[in-house]
């Protein structure tokens, strides 16, 4: 080892204030500092309170700069650093042990030593081997997991010392660390230093107290920022054996995923510390998320409901009747050449006309009331109505009034209870025979009606062997484009009134009806998605006024975290994690809290639908709230200046 200074201050000079801003005279607390200290070297700086010392050191432990003159550490320019190069040689160089201790107040003893470590990289294993020998060296084997207030005075700065080694300790900066302990502590914690300076460790000693100075080989007495006395430097500087002294320490950046777990770690700490004012605060994301889900969940159910009724037949289909059908008004009835005109209107598809009465089905010695219907062959297609076994009667029986029936599941179930199949067979329909031919696919009930309760007959049959009157009791229109459902309407209307002298015809328009009820979800959407959007934006606030609310109460913990080590962007991404995990939390609690209202709903036989995606979305929504709201605390957090800080201010 050369004899080349480790730290070397040349015409240090730092004031405060000064600037037009603030309104302060400007104050020169060092006023010319020029120090060489070698490796190894056990160094006390002496001076009166107010003399400069804390400033002198917080510019040794490059926690601040100085306004003027140079600073070599191994013979580098300081001066040259970035702040990160900055976080780095406090990191891996400096250890701090400060009068107040400075631990943090939430973490163990054992997490507080590791928090140099974290910000290292060093992997969890080995940060705990370390933390725990270093603790258990320095008599603290047996209070591992204790927070600091559960700790002695003499004992909090023991754990400081072992955090200030954590990292190797290359240089241990304390200032005034016997200050607040009794003497009989203080007298432990000097033996503790003087120790590490016979490791090899270099140890600088701010006090104001000379009998305390005293025990260090070198004094140097600094009054009014000015070096007054120098005890000398050593002849033969120590040889630098602190680095073989402490295990070698990987380098390197720290990794992501465990920072994050950690910052994880110690938000978790915070709001279940804070557990009371977190859960307020989480109120406002906990109301919106679970309000979403549930409208989202209320609101599909029902539109669902609705669409699956009207779906029941097509959502492209409307239907025809003639006025007389249902009101007592006079009118005349529908007529089997109304379809052709309504078939000659634009968009329209297909058209099946119905003649529907009640009936008596028969087979064997089960007789059955049931709906009887005329139909065409449209009559599948444009009421969407297959048939799941046999076939649909075909143009070539409807020509010749074949008396082929097809069945519906009800009709089947009540008439082949014996399980036979029905096709081929023959049943009675009031009394004249017809073939089963085809059975219908199930539908299920529609307005209150069975629809699987039916025979269906081919419209010549019906009208020729068992009606005897050739009036649809209604015409399925099945159009092309949905959107011009109304204008279609609109001229089947015309023309039938053309055709019929006279407006006797309604029509039910269920493909508009339809429309007008996705264009009402629609707006149903924008407005959910309003309240979502307003609700998150009040939960957010409530998050960023509790993060600066934390940040503000743990600026000292922030300007802990600095001095042994950490990054701004490290600080920032600590309490961004935090305000992420905060509306995570609330997020969770919020779908669960809106699932178990649907579900209540449910229960209660309101109609609702569950999504993944809703839950997802309104989770998703939360977080990023956290990741917004968060930023600007986290930001102003990292920015803060870590002397003040430390200060607690
Ligand atoms: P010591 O540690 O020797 O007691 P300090 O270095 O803490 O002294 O402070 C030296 C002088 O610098 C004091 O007069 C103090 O008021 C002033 N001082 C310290 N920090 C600041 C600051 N951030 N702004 C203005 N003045 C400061
Ligand atoms: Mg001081």
Redesign the pocket.
């Known amino acids: 080892m050369s004899g080349a200074p480790l730290i070397e201050l040349r015409g240090i000079r730092k004031s405060?204030?000064g600037q037009p801003r603030d309104g302060?005279p400007a104050?020169e607390?060092?006023r010319g500092v020029s120090l060489r200290i070698h490796a190894g070297e056990f160094v006390a700086i002496v001076?009166?309170?107010?003399?400069?010392?804390?400033?002198?050191?917080?510019i040794l432990g490059c926690l601040d700069r100085a306004s003027e003159g140079q600073y070599l550490f191994d013979g580098r320019d300081v001066g040259g650093f970035d702040a990160d190069a900055l976080a780095w040689l406090r990191r891996e160089a400096f250890g701090f042990v400060f009068q107040g201790y400075h631990l943090v107040p939430t973490e163990s003893a054992r997490e507080n030593v590791e928090i140099p470590a974290l910000y290292a990289g060093m992997p969890e294993a080995a940060r705990r081997e370390r933390s725990t020998t270093l603790l258990s060296r320095l008599g603290m084997g047996t209070r591992l997991d204790h927070r600091p207030r559960q700790l002695s005075g003499g004992q909090q700065q023991r754990v400081a010392i072992a955090r200030a080694l954590m990292n190797g300790g290359r240089i241990v900066l304390a200032?005034?660390p016997t200050g607040a302990l009794d003497s009989r502590s203080g007298a432990e914690v000097m033996a503790l230093l003087r120790e590490l300076a016979a490791q090899g460790h270099t140890v600088i000693l701010?006090t104001?107290d000379r009998e305390i100075a005293a025990q260090a080989p070198r004094v140097i007495e600094?009054r009014d920022?000015q070096i007054v006395a120098d005890s000398g430097e050593p002849q033969e500087p120590a040889a630098a054996a602190a680095d073989a002294a402490i295990p070698a320490l990987a380098g390197g950046e720290a990794s992501v995923a465990a920072e994050l777990r950690d910052a994880m770690r110690a938000a978790w700490r915070v709001m279940w510390g804070n557990r009371f004012r977190t859960g307020l605060t989480l109120l406002g994301i906990v109301i919106g998320v679970a309000s979403v889900i549930v409208m989202l969940a209320v609101g599909s159910g029902s539109q669902n409901q609705v669409m699956a009724q009207m779906e029941t037949f097509g959502s492209r289909t409307m239907f025809v009747a003639a006025m007389s059908a249902s009101s007592r008004e006079r009118g005349a009835p529908l007529r089997l050449d109304d379809v052709g005109v309504i078939e000659s209107v634009p968009n329209v598809l297909a058209v099946a006309p119905y003649i529907e009465d009640r009936v008596v089905v028969r087979r064997g010695g089960i007789d059955h009331n049931t709906e009887g219907g005329g139909a065409t062959v449209a009559f599948g297609k444009v009421l969407r109505w297959p048939v799941t076994e046999g076939a649909m009667f075909d143009a070539a029986d409807e020509r010749r009034a074949a008396k082929v029936a097809v069945i519906g599941q009800t009709v089947r179930k009540r008439l082949f209870a014996d399980g036979s199949d029905p096709v081929g067979q023959d049943i009675l329909v009031d009394k004249v025979p017809f073939q089963v031919v085809g059975v219908l696919a199930a539908k299920g009930s529609s307005g209150g009606e069975d629809q699987d309760d039916r025979v269906v007959v081919p419209m010549s049959a019906a009208v020729a062997r068992l009606y005897g009157r050739p009036y649809p009791s209604w015409i399925a229109v099945e159009i092309r484009d949905r959107d011009l459902a109304s204008e279609t309407a609109a001229a089947i209307e015309a023309r039938l009134a053309e055709h019929r002298r006279g407006k006797d015809v309604r029509i039910w328009n269920q493909a508009e009806a339809i429309r007008v009820q996705t264009a009402t979800a629609r707006t149903m959407t924008v407005m959910l998605g309003l309240i979502a959007a307003v609700s998150l934006v009040v939960g957010g606030i409530g998050v960023m006024n509790v993060m600066l609310m934390t940040v503000r109460e743990r600026t000292r913990e922030i300007g802990i975290r600095v001095a042994t080590g950490a990054r701004q962007r490290d600080i920032q991404r600590q309490f961004m994690a935090e305000a992420v995990l905060v509306t995570a939390v609330g997020g969770g609690v919020g779908v669960a809290a809106g699932l178990i209202t649907a579900v209540g709903l449910w229960l209660a036989d309101v109609p609702v639908a569950f999504s993944a995606a809703a839950c997802a979305l309104a989770f998703g929504c939360a977080v990023l709230t956290g990741l917004v709201f968060g930023f600007m605390p986290a930001r102003s957090a990292a920015r803060l200046?870590p002397?003040?800080a430390l200060?607690g201010e």
């Open positions: 405060y204030g302060a104050t607390v060092l001076g009166a309170s107010g003399s400069g010392k804390s400033t002198l050191m917080h200032d005034e701010i104001h600094i920022g200046d002397v003040l200060a």
